[in-house]
């Protein structure tokens, strides 16, 4: 596996996107995250980059991209089919270019959840990591994103905020009830969905990622 940054042309059918790889800060590491964006982000977005440098810190090799309706900056994603096929075009291109020991793929709420229902369809990874999951849209928990989660098969590290107004923790925690696979949830106290935390909580944003950094050390000596 290469141990420099790389950017990439990824095609996806007729159109293409970009993606860059950025190297854990130690050399040797052999797992790669895939990290998608949320739906107003981007791949250069201040919370992924900061986010990406946390994650190599720990040892693992990050691929940042663009869904396709960002690279042509709209801000209407994409049908959920087509953000499936965006990723696993950065996917193959991951696999062709670095060769990971281990795959990872997850990303930041919207991303995430496409990662969780490609895996969900049986799609080919090593593990997911999901990022303030967004299991129903802001002020509707009645519309809740759960039916396919019990079909995910492989270890699942999840974070979301006890302030995400996306995921309101006693409906995730029911939804995980009837999940099989090995799922580690952890809660970022006074988080919301952005991982910023208020003054008051005592907390700095920092130390929420860092929090984050921490947990997933641990979690990844798995792979």
């Known amino acids: 596996m290469p141990f420099r940054n790389a950017q990439w042309l990824v095609a996806v059918g007729a159109e293409q996107t970009t993606a860059v790889f950025e190297p854990a800060a130690e050399r040797g590491a052999e797992a790669v995250f895939v990290c998608a964006h949320g739906a107003g982000g981007h791949r250069d977005y201040r919370g992924m980059v900061r986010l990406s440098e946390v994650l190599r810190a720990q040892g693992l090799g990050v691929v940042r991209f663009n869904f396709l309706y960002r690279e042509k900056a709209s801000r209407r994603p994409d049908t959920m089919q087509r953000l499936k096929e965006c990723f696993d075009a950065v996917v193959s291109r991951t696999r062709t270019e670095l060769s990971p020991h281990a795959l990872i793929i997850g ?10 229902m490609l895996a969900a369809d049986g799609f080919a990874c090593d593990a997911l990591l999901l990022l ?3 299991l129903h849209p802001a002020d509707k928990p009645e519309q809740l994103r759960d039916a396919h989660l019990p079909q995910i098969k492989v270890p699942v590290l999840c974070f979301n905020g006890t302030r995400d107004a996306l995921c309101r923790r006693d409906l995730m925690e029911r939804a995980l009830s009837s999940v099989r696979a090995p799922w580690e949830m952890h809660w970022l106290e006074a988080a919301d969905h952005s991982f910023h935390v208020l003054k008051s909580s005592g907390r700095t944003d ?15 000596s798995q792979f």
Do not use: H, K, N, T
């Not at 920092?206 to 990844?220: F, I, T, Y």
């Open 107 to 116: 990303g930041r709420s919207m991303g995430g959840r496409v990662a969780s």
């Open 132 to 134: 303030a999951y967004p």
């Open 206 to 220: 920092d130390q929420v990622l860092a929090e984050v950094g921490d947990v997933s050390q641990r979690w990844l």
